[in-house]
């Protein structure tokens, strides 16, 4: 039996749908071309496609998220209610996806490689070439007549063609007088783009270096013949709205038409921001685009070109493809020159993709003397031991409890976000910063590690994250969620509501940053290496650059070691990109990094479940590992 559905949105306007019973209401708002955020992807986890219906039942598979209050007001889950007859359902205003500004930097900031020789490094380069006329004597086929031009005056021979370039051939030999400029991949042997008429030397020719993050796109536009970074743009990845982390889009990937959606979703998001990137440099245009170089984990790289990523998730965690050859842009669906090269960089392994090859690259760790600690902290927490003599790796799923996700009234670091919390150890009182100031909406991971270390060392938390309800403040209470910190009151808040992290909250957090440090200590134990003997940890990652070292140090989410052995590197992957987009050997470097890492799936490693059980606790069950919180602990 069908059954008509209509969505009232917050602006106002409606639409309505036609559905059999059984269907999902988040199924017929999308069939209706309404917008319901899944960050859980639709497994019922975050509460967040709450929507309220207004007229008619549904039944509610899970109330997960929701109070009976908020059921007997005629709250439900999109994700988790079936359509049983017409109803009218109301759609609350979407969470807005915006960017932290800081982190669309000026491209001042990134060096060309030093020595770089576009002639010598580059693969994708472009030459002028003089043809000789046709005639009565000389009836050479076009395409013949070019490949002997590209022999004697470039040194290239046997390039191939795609059809469409071939069909344009004749065409552009005649429109620049049998002067051309053709652009030649010679990795490929391909031939990539010709345009009539003579180019000079110096003029750009350009590529893109992109990093597919689980929460942030990055684009770089770069110009391969100096090697400058002509633009950097980022925005956030347009699968958010249908999960958080890799598995949640995973399993919306595999439901109907989840894995298309997918697909559109994430090249929707590069797409626009090649073609934003464009806007900012005079004379670029996103068809002049012949090279791209693509990093991102494997899950990323798999739903960015269709691959089934099913088996990522299944035991035993084995990826299609770690290594995926170069093909073109119109394969891809890239709005670059259609016959522009597309190179994705190798992954190692279902957990440690193109990004930690990448990073390794860029960090100099696969160069480094001394024994180091590369950790890019997100979504999945991966991790890489070593130097330039060996590369120990894993990855653990630390879930997106530090991008905001799992927590009551928890976000991302956008405007309104709590970024840091200091909090009075005497009267219990916090002070906030907040992005962009005025009121508050919420925690994002900054404001979240520092929170909790503060609640740690002023006593309002104790060791295994339990809130003391009986300190002299109302900061302190029961909470419908259960025991809570209030970090602002309704009065002092964006939205009039109060701002609290509970004990669940903390339990998310407690378990993220268990898996980080589990994770390392297994892999130093695995090479039979204290951590306090590592020389230096690079913490790459965009979230990396806004962590305080002490307060992650604080919740046991780094090691206890000084602080003069961290570097803060930012987005390490875009960079590696960067750099594989330039340099041959630079690229062919990233194919060594990956074939001499050695991957530790710590799923199978029965030390990991005892290193995470020890790490659930602030900072550690071991306080001997964390010298220096001891002694915080201790000062009066």
């Not at 990323?300 to 035991?315: E, Q």
Request: aromatic share 6%; charged share 20%; glycine share 10%.
């Amino acid at each position: 039996m069908d059954h008509s559905i209509t969505f009232t949105t917050a602006d106002g306007s409606t639409r309505s749908v036609t559905v059999p019973t059984g269907v999902m209401l988040a199924e017929a708002a999308q069939r209706a071309g309404v917008e319901i955020n899944q960050p859980c992807g639709g497994q019922g986890r975050c509460g967040r496609c709450a929507v309220q219906v207004a007229k008619g039942e549904v039944r509610r598979r899970s109330t997960l998220r929701l109070s009976a209050e908020d059921v007997d007001a005629g709250w439900a889950l999109a994700c988790q209610s079936v359509v049983e007859g017409d109803a009218d359902i109301l759609v609350p205003e979407q969470e807005k996806i915006e960017r932290r500004l800081t982190t669309d930097r000026t491209a001042a900031e990134v060096q060309v490689p030093a020595g770089y020789d576009y002639a010598a490094d580059q693969t994708v380069r472009r030459v002028t070439l003089s043809l000789s006329q046709p005639n009565m004597d000389d009836q050479t086929d076009d395409w013949s007549r070019l490949q002997t031009a590209l022999r004697l005056q470039a040194g290239i021979e046997n390039l191939t063609v795609s059809l469409p370039l071939l069909r344009r051939i004749g065409a552009v030999l005649r429109e620049g007088d049998w002067t051309v400029s053709a652009v030649v991949d010679s990795a490929g042997n391909r031939l990539v783009e010709l345009e009539p008429g003579h180019r000079s030397p110096d003029e750009p020719l350009w590529g893109v270096a992109i990093d597919i993050g689980t929460t942030t796109v990055s684009v770089w536009l770069v110009d391969l013949v100096s090697g400058q970074v002509r633009a950097q743009v980022a925005e956030y990845n347009g699968q958010i709205a249908r999960g958080e982390d890799v598995i949640s889009r995973i399993i919306y990937a595999s439901k109907n038409g989840g894995e298309a959606e997918m697909r559109s979703r994430v090249l929707d998001t590069i797409n626009s921001l090649v073609e934003r990137a464009c806007k900012r440099v005079k004379g670029a245009e996103p068809g002049q685009i012949v090279k791209a170089a693509i990093s991102g984990n494997s899950t990323m790289i798999h739903l960015l070109l269709g691959i089934p990523a099913a088996s990522i998730r299944l035991t035993p965690f084995i990826t299609a493809i770690n290594t995926i050859p170069t093909m073109n842009a119109r394969e891809v669906g890239l709005v670059i020159n259609p016959e522009g090269v597309v190179d994705c960089l190798p992954g190692v392994a279902s957990y440690v993709g193109a990004d930690i090859t990448a990073g390794v690259l860029s960090s100099g760790l696969d160069d480094a003397d001394n024994t180091t600690l590369f950790i890019d902290v997100g979504t999945n927490g991966e991790i890489v031991l070593g130097s330039r003599e060996f590369l120990v790796t894993c990855a653990c799923s630390a879930g997106p409890a530090f991008e905001g996700a799992g927590v009551l009234h928890g976000m991302r670091a956008t405007g309104g976000a709590i970024e840091e919390v200091w909090i009075n150890g005497e009267t219990f009182e916090p002070t906030c910063r907040v992005i962009g100031g005025g009121k508050p909406s919420g925690l994002c991971g900054s404001g979240l590690i520092s929170l909790l270390a503060e609640m740690f060392l002023t006593g309002v938390l104790d060791k295994a994250g339990n809130v003391n309800l009986t300190l002299p403040t109302p900061r302190v209470r029961q909470g419908e969620h259960g025991p809570e910190y209030v970090v602002a009151w309704g009065s002092e808040t964006e939205d009039g509501r109060d701002i609290s992290i509970t004990r669940v909250d903390v339990d998310n957090l407690l378990r993220a940053k268990a898996a980080i440090y589990a994770g390392f200590s297994v892999l130093a134990d695995n090479v039979g290496m204290p951590l306090e003997m590592v020389e230096q940890v690079l913490v790459g990652g965009s979230f990396g650059k806004y962590i305080n070292v002490e307060k992650a140090v604080q919740i046991g989410l780094l090691p206890d070691i000084e602080w003069n052995r961290f570097q803060f590197l930012g987005n390490t992957s875009v960079r590696g990109a960067y750099l594989g987009l330039l340099n041959k050997d630079s690229r062919q470097r990233i194919d060594d990094i990956a074939g001499k890492m050695t991957y530790i799936e710590l799923s199978a490693d029965n030390s990991f479940y005892d290193a995470f059980m020890s790490a659930m606790f602030l900072p550690h069950t071991d306080m001997d590992k964390f010298p220096s919180v001891a002694a915080a602990l201790n000062k009066p």
